[in-house]
């Protein structure tokens, strides 16, 4: 599915990913551990094709095909969805217009004809239950005054709409009670089917009891140091990263 | 009002003549605007409205247009400098084309009330004038009464020479009176429609709401006339306890035009007045020469304890547009409210001003004044300067102001893009949620549909002028 090889980045100069490796096979779920700053968030954003972010070395390739031409919204053609560390606020545009433009723009990309919308509705309608937002969040501008735990329940029912190959989400635990966690977990693992492929950035392990991964991998500096299965999840929240220093040393 | 109503008549050359005080202009020689004064014939008109033109005649003599050293007038000045020496028409005796109709000068078919003029001459065939309690009447007809002396003169004594000449040559105009207790349940249209190049026209408005009335008040001006002046004076007066909702649209599209409007408003005790401004400029990206100058001053005065305005404005400038846009409110007296949000999207080398003042006099307590001004620039060229300003001689008072000029927000856009959206799509739609916010506040279903159109039709022609240039 996603194959990352000797990936390098920078923004306004700095390099920031150093020679990243990252191999993620159709239906696994993979987590990406690391302290603040190490450079999870900076690879989401590359991934995702953020203009900021140089990437001076290496490629991204989804199903064979580099990305790393692609404009974002054609990566999100590709399969792509980024789930935001901090969802940004857009006054003044819907939330239920916006996703249906995105979904339409989705499709056209693929050469597919639009959803007329009643078929959207109703698809709005069921991804709303599933994640138990309500009903007016759609009928509001996007995220505008949503509070943190509905910002990423909102990012979690985008990503159930728009139904991506290979959603990235980033810290999207951070900021949310147990009760908002159980329901953003249950949203995404009712898209776990065997053939969608995920990557869970998190600093915390809290998250991986509820959304278990086969793959755990350690950043530190811009590359993984460690990898390993759900126990390495375990080892971090018992000897913090500390552990993982003395280790890679 | 049906179909057949959009048509207008051909008109008898000679009527526009009949209008009082500017007979002269009947020789069809275009004048400098100071010879037009020179030429004042108030001849058969009232003898105060005589007097009040002669007065302001020589008024404007001594202060004469407004000039570099007028900081107010500063950015406009380039776009009226010698204006006096040009020369217009100020009647015309040029019949208006049949087949032309409203609707494809781009204006919106509210149903209500209407009234129509074109080139400054009042259109009868188009308009639905009401005499019956509540007024809405052509001015020129109404001159007789001298209690409208009173209403004619502008607060604080300080008339501009634009206010001057407005004063000493306008030929015709709105008069609206609604006696208290009254809610209009019709919406008022006013449509002013500019087509003759080489015209000056002074169209002047006199609005007055009893107590506890309520109107809801639609201004449509449309400038198609290269050359032209239209000089505007709007004067709205809201009683005790009374409601005005006043939404204005000003398009100025045509080459080296100026189109001035002047609104002076008074709020009574627990008044309310709310204001929608609409100013757009042309958007013709091949246009290099001068173009439309468009300006709006908006002055309130909250003379009653309880007044309140809301004032809402945006304004659109493209190619080599000039936009101009002033307010001022005066909090007089204790416990008055006034908010403000006005906002400007500018691309191509498009200049526009925002210099909004809230004075809050020294026995103004307890005031509430908020401003805010937010500019969206599309383009290297384009140039806002943008200038709230709060005066504050009362101690107890809340007010807050505050501008920002910038870009679409790029986090928002790789957000929007990263969702599927491609990148002019993305862009359009936050321009659209932009601009929406100042259209969302307009309450005639007709006009808000309409506002949201044309506000769609400018983006994209903007986007397409955009693209072609590098
Ligand atoms: N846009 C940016 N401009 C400058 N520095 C950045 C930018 N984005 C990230 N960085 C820097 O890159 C490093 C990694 O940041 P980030 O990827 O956000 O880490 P994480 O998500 O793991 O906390 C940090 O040192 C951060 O300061
Ligand atoms: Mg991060």
């Given at each position: 599915m996603l194959s990352i090889q000797n990936l390098h980045a920078s923004v306004a100069g700095t390099e920031i990913l150093k020679g990243l490796n990252l191999e993620v096979k159709p239906g696994?779920?993979?987590?990406?551990?690391?302290?603040?700053?190490?450079?999870?968030?900076?690879?989401?954003?590359?991934?995702?094709?953020?203009?900021?972010?140089?990437?001076?070395?290496?490629?991204?390739?989804?199903?064979?095909?580099?990305?790393?031409?692609?404009?974002?919204?054609?990566?999100?053609?590709?399969?792509?969805?980024?789930?935001?560390?901090?969802?940004?606020?857009?006054?003044?545009?819907?939330?239920?217009?916006?996703?249906?433009?995105?979904?339409?723009?989705?499709?056209?990309?693929?050469?597919?004809?639009?959803?007329?919308?009643?078929?959207?509705?109703?698809?709005?309608?069921?991804?709303?239950?599933?994640?138990?937002?309500?009903?007016?969040?759609?009928s509001r501008s996007l995220n505008e005054g949503f509070s943190g735990g509905e910002k990423k329940r909102n990012e979690i029912f985008q990503m159930a709409v728009l139904e991506p190959k290979l959603c990235i989400l980033d810290e999207t635990d951070s900021g949310l009670d147990i009760d908002?966690?159980?329901?953003?977990?249950?949203?995404?693992?009712?898209l776990r089917d065997g053939v969608r492929s995920m990557i869970v950035i998190t600093h915390y392990q809290r998250l991986l009891d509820y959304i278990v991964p086969d793959v755990v991998h350690v950043l530190q500096d811009g590359r993984i140091v460690k990898t390993g299965g759900p126990e390495l999840a375990l080892e971090l929240e018992k000897h913090g990263y500390d552990w993982v220093d003395g280790g890679a040393a | 009002m049906s179909a057949t109503h959009l048509e207008l008549a051909v008109k008898d050359g000679?009527?526009?003549?009949?209008?009082?005080?500017?007979?002269?202009?009947?020789?069809?020689?275009?004048?400098?605007?100071?010879?037009?004064?020179?030429?004042?014939?108030?001849?058969?008109?009232?003898?105060?409205?005589?007097?009040?033109?002669?007065?302001?005649?020589?008024?404007?003599?001594?202060?004469?247009?407004?000039?570099?050293?007028?900081?107010?007038?500063?950015?406009?000045?380039?776009?009226?400098?010698?204006?006096?020496?040009?020369?217009?028409?100020?009647?015309?005796?040029?019949?208006?084309?049949?087949?032309?109709?409203?609707?494809?000068?781009?204006?919106?078919?509210?149903?209500?009330?209407?009234?129509?003029?074109?080139?400054?001459?009042?259109?009868?065939?188009?308009?639905?004038?009401?005499?019956?309690?509540?007024?809405?009447?052509?001015?020129?007809?109404?001159?007789?009464?001298?209690?409208?002396?009173?209403?004619?003169?502008?607060?604080?004594?300080?008339?501009?020479?634009?206010?001057?000449?407005?004063?000493?040559?306008?030929?015709?105009?709105?008069?609206?009176?609604?006696?208290?207790?009254?809610?209009v349940s019709e919406v008022f249209h006013l449509i002013f429609v500019n087509r003759i190049p080489g015209m000056a026209t002074h169209p002047r408005v006199l609005v007055r709401l009893g107590a506890n009335s309520r109107l809801h008040l639609i201004e449509s001006r449309v400038c198609t006339a290269d050359e032209s002046l239209s000089n505007s004076v709007t004067q709205l007066q809201v009683g005790p306890g009374a409601t005005l909702h006043h939404v204005a649209t000003l398009e100025g599209s045509a080459g080296n035009s100026r189109q001035l409007e002047h609104i002076a408003v008074s709020v009574a005790a627990d008044g309310r007045f709310r204001s929608n401004l609409t100013v757009i400029g042309s958007s013709e990206s091949e246009s290099e020469g001068p173009s439309a100058l468009v300006r709006v001053d908006l002055d309130v005065d909250l003379v009653?304890?309880?007044?309140?305005?809301?004032?809402?404005?945006?304004?659109?400038?493209?190619?080599?547009?000039?936009?101009?846009?002033?307010?001022?409110?005066?909090?007089?007296?204790?416990?008055?409210?006034?908010?403000?949000?006005?906002?400007?999207?500018?691309?191509?080398?498009?200049?526009?001003?925002?210099?909004?003042?809230?004075?809050?006099?020294?026995?103004?307590?307890?005031?509430?004044?908020?401003?805010?001004?937010?500019?969206?620039?599309?383009?290297?060229?384009?140039?806002?300067?943008?200038?709230?300003?709060?005066?504050?001689?009362?101690?107890?008072v809340q007010c807050a102001h505050g501008a920002t000029v910038g870009r679409l927000d790029e986090d928002a856009l790789f957000y929007m893009q990263s969702r599927g959206l491609p990148k002019t799509e993305a862009r359009k739609l936050l321009r659209v949620a932009f601009a929406n916010e100042i259209c969302s506040g307009v309450r005639s279903n007709p006009m808000r549909a309409h506002l949201e159109e044309v506000l769609a039709s400018w983006l994209s022609r903007v986007d397409a002028s955009l693209a072609v240039t590098p």
């Open positions: 696994e779920v993979h987590a990406i551990m690391g302290r603040n700053g190490s450079g999870k968030s900076t690879l989401a954003n590359v991934i995702a094709g953020r203009s900021d972010y140089e990437v001076t070395e290496g490629d991204i390739r989804l199903n064979d095909k580099s990305l790393l031409d692609l404009a974002p919204d054609a990566r999100a053609g590709e399969g792509i969805f980024l789930g935001f560390q901090y969802p940004v606020e857009i006054p003044g545009v819907k939330t239920s217009y916006f996703l249906k433009a995105a979904v339409n723009a989705l499709r056209k990309y693929r050469g597919q004809e639009p959803l007329d919308a009643f078929d959207f509705m109703e698809i709005l309608k069921e991804k709303t239950e599933l994640l138990e937002l309500d009903e007016s969040l759609r908002a966690l159980k329901l953003v977990a249950n949203g995404v693992n009712s | 000679g009527e526009s003549c009949k209008s009082k005080g500017l007979r002269a202009g009947c020789e069809q020689q275009p004048r400098p605007l100071a010879a037009w004064l020179a030429v004042l014939d108030t001849e058969g008109e009232p003898k105060w409205l005589a007097n009040a033109r002669r007065n302001a005649s020589t008024a404007f003599a001594q202060v004469g247009l407004p000039t570099r050293k007028n900081e107010e007038w500063r950015y406009s000045e380039p776009r009226i400098r010698g204006l006096e020496s040009a020369s217009f028409n100020v009647t015309t005796t040029a019949a208006i084309p049949a087949g032309i109709n409203l609707t494809d000068l781009g204006i919106p078919m509210l149903g209500g009330r209407t009234m129509v003029f074109v080139d400054g001459d009042f259109v009868p065939s188009l308009s639905s004038p009401l005499a019956d309690g509540v007024q809405l009447l052509p001015l020129a007809g109404a001159l007789a009464d001298d209690s409208l002396q009173a209403r004619l003169s502008l607060t604080g004594g300080q008339e501009t020479g634009f206010d001057l000449l407005n004063t000493a040559l306008f030929k015709d105009g709105v008069l609206v009176d609604v006696p208290k207790n009254v809610d009653g304890e309880g007044a309140e305005c809301t004032l809402e404005g945006l304004y659109l400038g493209a190619a080599n547009d000039h936009i101009d846009c002033h307010t001022r409110i005066d909090h007089r007296v204790p416990c008055c409210t006034s908010r403000q949000l006005y906002k400007g999207i500018l691309a191509g080398k498009a200049k526009a001003v925002f210099n909004g003042k809230v004075l809050v006099h020294v026995d103004a307590q307890h005031s509430q004044a908020q401003q805010s001004n937010k500019n969206l620039l599309l383009s290297e060229g384009a140039l806002v300067n943008t200038k709230p300003q709060l005066e504050i001689w009362a101690d107890d």
